[in-house]
């Protein structure tokens, strides 16, 4: 295994574990209206983290679950390492060990707070959050938030399929099944129409970037090219190339064992654009297409996400 990785590997199969053992209805847990699965996140965590005093030069990616999360950590993980003058990929690269965190800011103990106050600046930080959700320091301190975000038939898709793999989440029997849970607001860390239309409301601030999974896909190239000018990290084209190949969906599916653990599979499984081909009905393409109308219609993610592009049967 990746010695960087150790860390989120443990978390992860600890987790995967402990839910085998529990009941589908017994996975998650409901916080502020917000269902969250028992085995990552608690209540004591969500409490400690109102108080996570954020820094203006912390890194943060937002974005829902299957989004690509992964994949663009992997991007600002190289982009860091570059502007520290470290070569992407090697032990020099990365981060000791022993002051790692499970990246993503609502995953793990309450303390875990007080041990990223001794982390190096950047900090790099992920969260599935709502902006409502998250510590009112993150705001006030002007860091710098990459938006990443994926038409919601994709990231339908793709949850359905990897809720089935990891028993972290509810499994479902069927499609079907899922499609009313995503479509009623069952999901974990909440509905993600609501998600994109809350943060609608900060989309247009200066240090909040939104970027899609689709644009990304397009021309990774200008992708990283993006991010990178975003942070103010400036790269050779040869620093360029080995970012963008380093995080693409083949590497990162072939590395996926020592970074992800057993079920690195999971979280690389298809990497592509309108899988969710494979599984809506014309009934639930007319559901979500409303859904999507009344949510996000005519706002600036709304029409970022290009939905008549990607979402149109
Ligand atoms: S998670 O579990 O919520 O953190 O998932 P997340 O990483 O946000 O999203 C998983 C989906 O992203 C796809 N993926 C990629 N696509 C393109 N390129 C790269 N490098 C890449 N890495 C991960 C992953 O395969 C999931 O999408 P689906 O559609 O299920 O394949």
Request: glycine share 6%; aromatic share 12%.
């Amino acid at each position: 295994m990746d010695k960087s990785r150790k860390k989120f590997v443990d978390v992860i199969d600890k987790a995967t574990v402990d839910g085998s053992s529990l009941h589908c209805d017994e996975r998650l847990f409901t916080y502020k209206g917000i269902l969250y699965p028992v085995t990552l996140c608690s209540p004591e965590t969500f409490k400690a983290l109102e108080s996570f005093e954020a820094r203006s030069d912390d890194i943060i990616l937002a974005g829902y679950p299957k989004s690509g999360t992964n994949w663009v950590s992997q991007i600002l993980n190289d982009l860091i390492a570059i502007s520290e003058k470290k070569t992407p990929g090697t032990e020099s690269g990365v981060n000791n060990e022993e002051l790692e965190e499970f990246p993503y800011l609502e995953v793990g103990d309450p303390e875990k707070y007080e041990r990223m106050t001794r982390l190096p600046s950047p900090r790099f930080i992920v969260t599935h959050l709502r902006p409502e959700n998250l510590p009112k320091s993150i705001f006030k301190s002007k860091a710098k938030i990459l938006l990443l975000i994926r038409n919601p038939k994709d990231i339908a898709a793709s949850f359905y399929h990897f809720s089935n793999r990891l028993a972290i989440f509810p499994s479902y029997e069927t499609w079907d099944d899922f499609f009313v849970a995503f479509m009623t607001k069952k999901m974990t860390w909440g509905c993600y129409l609501e998600y994109l239309s809350k943060w609608n409301k900060y989309a247009d601030e200066k240090n909040v970037m939104p970027i899609t999974y689709e644009e990304l896909k397009e021309d990774p190239v200008l992708g990283v090219k993006n991010i990178a000018a975003f942070f103010g990290i400036s790269l050779t084209e040869e620093q360029l190339q080995l970012v963008v190949e380093r995080s693409s969906f083949q590497s990162m599916k072939k590395n996926s064992q020592k970074t992800h653990g057993a079920f690195g599979n999971a979280f690389f499984r298809k990497g592509g654009v309108s899988d969710w081909k494979n599984l809506f009905s014309e009934d639930q393409n007319e559901k979500m297409d409303k859904a999507f109308e009344e949510h996000v219609g005519g706002t600036k993610l709304g029409r970022k996400l290009k939905y008549e592009v990607y979402c149109k049967a």
